[in-house]
């Protein structure tokens, strides 16, 4: 049985059963459930454990590491965060800045590679989209800030990929993914809000993920 283990904030936690009654909601109703299905129908073999809580920020993961991440025992693990850091940083002023983050990241890193040397780890790449203003919502700010929102965006999806290459890890480029997507559809068919996805935009991270995951991984996990 191989295992993969999923990571990160509301995005990947996706109101998923904590409790782990409902088996079909224990991955969330997000991309995490898209792609779970498609790997487990096509390879028996797999498990996958989802263990993601929304509104965490990098300290937030640190945090529960050892209990939630290094005290599992999988083969592949999967990372997306950094939104959440910039949210508390321009809103309340409680998120790390990119030097935190970078720091935090790297030593959760480190410590999966020293506890774990022989699995595999993926980085995914953060990523924010531009509503229309007439559509924001409550995300309204993002819009009326978007320089400022992206400027840290765009540094933290830096760190995010020089981590992956100094870890030697398998990227994910959701950013750029989305940057694509707008050319075919506006914002508000993928993101509800900027940042949470809609159906279309959990399929599409599903289908990004197994794009770059599944043929490094195939003889691992079938």
Same mark, same amino acid.
């Given at each position: 049985?191989?295992?993969?283990?999923f990571?990160g904030?509301?995005i990947?936690d996706?109101n998923? #059963?904590?409790?782990?009654?409902d088996?079909n909601?224990?991955l969330?109703?997000?991309y /995490? $459930?898209?792609l !779970?299905? %498609? =790997?487990?129908?096509?390879?028996p073999?797999?498990?996958i454990?989802n263990t993601a809580i929304?509104?965490?920020r990098?300290?937030?993961?640190?945090?529960?590491w050892?209990? #939630?991440?290094?005290?599992?025992?999988?083969d592949v693990l999967?990372?997306?965060c950094? /939104? $959440?850091?910039? !949210?508390y %940083? =321009?809103r309340?002023n409680?998120?790390?800045?990119?030097e935190k983050?970078?720091?935090?990241?790297d030593r959760?890193?480190q410590e999966?590679?020293?506890a774990?040397?022989?699995a595999?780890?993926?980085?995914?790449?953060?990523?924010?989209l531009?509503l229309?203003?007439?559509e924001a919502?409550n995300?309204a700010?993002i819009v009326?800030?978007w320089e400022?929102?992206n400027?840290?965006?765009l540094?933290?999806?830096?760190?995010?990929k020089?981590?992956s290459?100094?870890?030697?890890?398998?990227?994910?480029?959701?950013?750029?993914?989305f940057?694509?997507?707008l050319?075919k559809?506006?914002?508000i068919?993928?993101?509800?809000?900027?940042?949470h996805?809609?159906m279309?935009?959990n399929?599409?991270?599903?289908?990004?993920?197994?794009?770059c995951?599944?043929?490094?991984l195939?003889?691992?996990?079938?």
């Amino acid at each position: 049985m191989k295992t993969i283990l999923f990571q990160g904030d509301s995005i990947t936690d996706a109101n998923r #059963d904590r409790e782990g009654k409902d088996k079909n909601r224990i991955l969330g109703d997000g991309y /995490v $459930n898209f792609l !779970g299905a %498609s =790997l487990m129908c096509d390879y028996p073999g797999i498990q996958i454990q989802n263990t993601a809580i929304a509104g965490n920020r990098i300290s937030d993961l640190y945090g529960r590491w050892i209990e #939630d991440t290094l005290n599992i025992d999988f083969d592949v693990l999967s990372i997306l965060c950094g /939104v $959440n850091d910039i !949210g508390y %940083s =321009l809103r309340r002023n409680m998120g790390a800045d990119a030097e935190k983050f970078e720091f935090v990241f790297d030593r959760m890193l480190q410590e999966v590679k020293q506890a774990k040397p022989q699995a595999k780890m993926v980085l995914c790449e953060p990523f924010l989209l531009k509503l229309d203003i007439n559509e924001a919502g409550n995300a309204a700010d993002i819009v009326e800030n978007w320089e400022i929102w992206n400027k840290h965006m765009l540094e933290r999806r830096a760190i995010v990929k020089a981590l992956s290459e100094k870890y030697k890890t398998i990227f994910v480029p959701f950013g750029s993914m989305f940057e694509e997507a707008l050319k075919k559809a506006p914002a508000i068919h993928w993101s509800p809000d900027g940042i949470h996805l809609t159906m279309a935009g959990n399929e599409l991270m599903a289908r990004e993920w197994l794009r770059c995951v599944e043929g490094e991984l195939n003889v691992s996990i079938s």
